[in-house]
């Protein structure tokens, strides 16, 4: 059994700093939208809610850009909310308060991956648990 660095398995990211995005400059409606921790309501994106940003701030940031079956970890704000991109109807991305991982090359997929991720964070003990990734 081989065993790999999660940085080999999975692609990690988040929007570092805003990149001077403010909040005033979110539009009402659009065709790019951007997801906050609040948009991630019983452990999906409720996309009836999220805010619109113009296509030169979505493009500045490739690396944020979503992906359907990337997982959502909110790390400001309430820490820890976790949801799954199922599908995408329109490009997406995320604000600062969100982190991005996504399947780069598990065997086991990325739905293995958000359960283990899910019940770690909705563990109500204070147990300790090392995670290997195969």
């Not at 700093?17 to 997801?35: A, V």
């Not at 820890?80 to 308060?97: E, F, H």
């Amino acid at each position: 059994m081989r065993y790999s660095k999660i940085s080999e398995s999975l692609y990690i990211k988040g929007r570092i700093g805003w990149k001077g995005l403010k909040k005033k400059e979110y539009l009402q409606e659009g065709s790019y939208r951007i997801i906050n921790g609040s948009n991630i309501v019983d452990n999906k994106i409720d996309w009836s809610n999220c805010g619109y940003i113009s296509k030169e701030r979505y493009d500045e940031s490739e690396e944020i850009k979503l992906k359907e079956g990337d997982i959502l970890i909110t790390k400001d704000g309430t820490i820890g909310k976790v949801a799954m991109v199922n599908k995408l109807d329109k490009p997406s991305t995320v604000a600062s308060g969100l982190f991005i991982l996504r399947n780069i090359n598990l065997k086991n997929g990325i739905h293995y991956i958000y359960s283990i991720i899910y019940n770690l964070l909705n563990l109500k003990s204070s147990s300790i648990l090392e995670l290997q990734v195969v």
